[in-house]
């Protein structure tokens, strides 16, 4: 799958680094979202931004900044990260529709970060 | 709050059935998916089923929603090595933006 893209795909950062995750959508969407997916923990939900405008952020420390530019791009911009918050970040993207049509998300392949 | 829950392991032989089990919470989830992940990648939708329908087939793929339970399950008939993966329920609700709740996984395995 192309239609959503993730650079970079493996990232190892120290705790005082900061770096940006990039999320880019190529399908038309107007929703896109960041999940952390780790060993411990099933999918997390972080943040969702809904016609450009964030719309939930799930209790995610300061230390994760997301910006959305457009309606294509999606970043993730990190500092003084944690060893814990080493992870797979994934991104995904859909349509926002009125009433109940489906919409289903699509994912891109993932940053794999390590925080050393 | 809202919850998925699933079995975190499957051991099948190939050319065998595969049942993956799911349980969900909210009962006013409005589609139920499952999702796909090989080593390496994100995730990828296999199917869904919207939670008026109580079957669904797509090829090798039968899903099952027990609405009344909040049980999903997915059937992969025929089982190949190539279905080695972990798979993923969710459940969500109809329009604006798709809420996903996600369960823990499924992983997979398919031996000779």
């Known amino acids: 799958e192309t239609g959503v893209t993730q650079t970079p795909r493996h990232l190892v950062m120290g705790m005082t680094n900061k770096k940006s995750l990039k999320c880019e959508q190529h399908l038309g969407h107007n929703a896109m979202y960041w999940y952390k997916q780790s060993a411990k923990k099933p999918l997390e939900l972080m943040f969702v931004?809904?016609?450009?405008?964030?719309?939930e952020n799930n209790s995610v420390p300061s230390r994760f900044s997301p910006e959305c530019p457009n309606s294509s791009h999606l970043f993730l911009h990190l500092h003084t990260l944690q060893p814990e918050d080493s992870a797979l970040y994934l991104c995904?993207?859909?349509?926002?529709?009125?009433?109940?049509?489906?919409?289903?998300?699509?994912f891109g392949p993932g940053t794999r970060l390590t925080v050393l | 709050g809202e919850d998925v829950e699933q079995s975190l392991f499957l051991s099948v032989r190939e050319g065998d059935s595969s049942v993956i089990n799911c349980t969900y919470t909210?009962?006013?989830?409005?589609?139920l998916y499952w999702y796909k992940q090989e080593p390496g990648a994100g995730l990828q939708l296999l199917t869904y089923i919207f939670s008026n329908m109580d079957m669904k087939q797509d090829q090798r793929l039968t899903v099952l929603l027990n609405k009344k339970d909040k049980h999903l399950s997915l059937r992969i008939a025929d089982t190949q090595t190539g279905d080695s993966a972990i798979y993923f329920c969710?459940?969500?609700?109809?329009?604006?933006?798709?809420?996903?709740?996600f369960g823990a996984g499924t992983r997979l395995a398919v031996h000779p």
């Open positions: 995904a993207s859909s349509r926002q529709l009125q009433g109940g049509s489906y919409n289903e998300q699509f």
């Open positions: 931004y809904s016609l450009e405008e964030r719309v």
């Open positions: 909210d009962s006013s989830s409005t589609y």
């Open positions: 969710a459940a969500g609700k109809r329009g604006g933006y798709n809420k996903l709740i």
